[in-house]
């Protein structure tokens, strides 16, 4: 069982034995608290294949549910789901949503450049597009994350 599927899996049993898949849905607050939560095991797992100079080629699947998740999330944070749920989405997002959308966007863009190269089998490549990913992460989390 790879990674991503393990990830899932681990997300399925966390919705159902914690009661966050009710009968009207589970809230945008816990959903966008997995999808975080997914994307940085993923990214944990990704360093860890780098560090071990293990076959990036493997990386692909991982990449493309980051990449997927970066398109989405925009969308996960909904007037109305400012507070509560002990998120720490800042007001930011909503007030500069074209900004936080941007940066999405610019994850999305890195985590492309890397998934290009773990398709070409290139270790090096993947290996320097690790600082795009992170950067992303981090300019994103410096405007729209509290502490």
């Not at 009968?23 to 608290?33: T, Y």
């Not at 992303?136 to 410096?142: I, T, V």
């Amino acid at each position: 069982m790879n990674m991503t599927m393990k990830m899932t899996v681990a997300a399925a049993m966390l919705l159902a034995t914690t009661g966050l898949a009710r009968a009207d849905g589970p809230s945008p607050i816990e959903m966008r608290q997995v999808g975080m939560a997914l994307m940085s095991g993923d990214f944990a797992g990704i360093r860890a294949v780098i560090a071990a100079k293990g076959d990036v080629k493997t990386l692909e699947n991982p990449l493309k549910a980051m990449q997927r998740w970066a398109t989405l999330m925009p969308s996960m944070f909904p007037k109305g789901t400012e507070t509560g749920g002990n998120t720490k989405a800042m007001p930011e997002i909503w007030s500069d949503s074209a900004g936080f959308a941007k940066a999405s966007a610019a994850l999305g863009d890195a985590t492309g450049v890397m998934m290009a190269a773990a398709k070409a089998g290139d270790a090096d490549a993947v290996a320097a597009a690790v600082k795009g990913i992170g950067d992303a992460c981090g300019a994103c989390h410096k405007a729209y994350r509290a502490k």
